[in-house]
């Protein structure tokens, strides 16, 4: 079923963020009401100048829109260039699979979330910066959706905007940044319990 892996994602994000994560961590609550706003939008969806959008779709361009006017215009030009670049290569991957599906070994959209992280990195290497990461991994694949769209309707195919193989897409991609964060994490916790250990040795 399309769009089941971006239900179960959502749903365990939501579970996370409302009964485990910390009840003073900054921003729990929006956390939990974004991911409940997606879940019941997932169903929905509208027709705007003759394309069909989702709902969800709408509601993560809006939240992508409201981080990206807090960030200052350096790093907005920045943001831009990755934004696009990842917008390209992700309509591109999506054209390919339509003209030459021979050449998609594994299903489209997984290529496209894999691509897409990895230009995120190349562009949001710190792990200090992973907010912009995901920020930027997500405006630049909404835009290709966009650019992909477009370009199918001039040549007469109609395809919607954020449908439910993108929600799954962006799952992965969620996944990803998710698991990135884990592992530099448990790195660092391993880094700090060698080094105490280390001491402890000097000290004997």
Known sequence: ????????????????????MEKNEKGRFLYSFYLLCLICL??????IFSYEVHAAYLFLVLLSFVH?????????????????????????????????????IIDPYVIAALLSMSLGFIFYSSIIKIRSLFLAVISGTM???????????????????????????????????IAWKAVHSLNALMSSKLSSNKGEIKNI
């Open 1 to 20: 079923m399309e769009g089941i892996i971006f239900l179960w994602v959502a749903w365990g994000l939501w579970i996370y963020t409302t009964f485990i």
């Open 42 to 47: 997932f169903p929905y969806g509208f027709t």
């Open 68 to 104: 990206l006017r807090h960030l200052g215009l350096r790093k907005k030009l920045y943001m831009l260039i990755c934004i696009l670049t990842i917008a390209m290569s992700y309509a591109g991957v999506g054209l390919i699979a339509i003209y030459d599906p021979v050449l998609m």
């Open 143 to 177: 835009a290709g959706e966009i650019f992909l769209s477009v370009s199918l309707h001039t040549i007469g195919f109609s395809d919607a905007i954020g449908d439910y193989l993108y929600l799954d897409a962006a799952s992965y991609m969620t996944l990803i940044t």
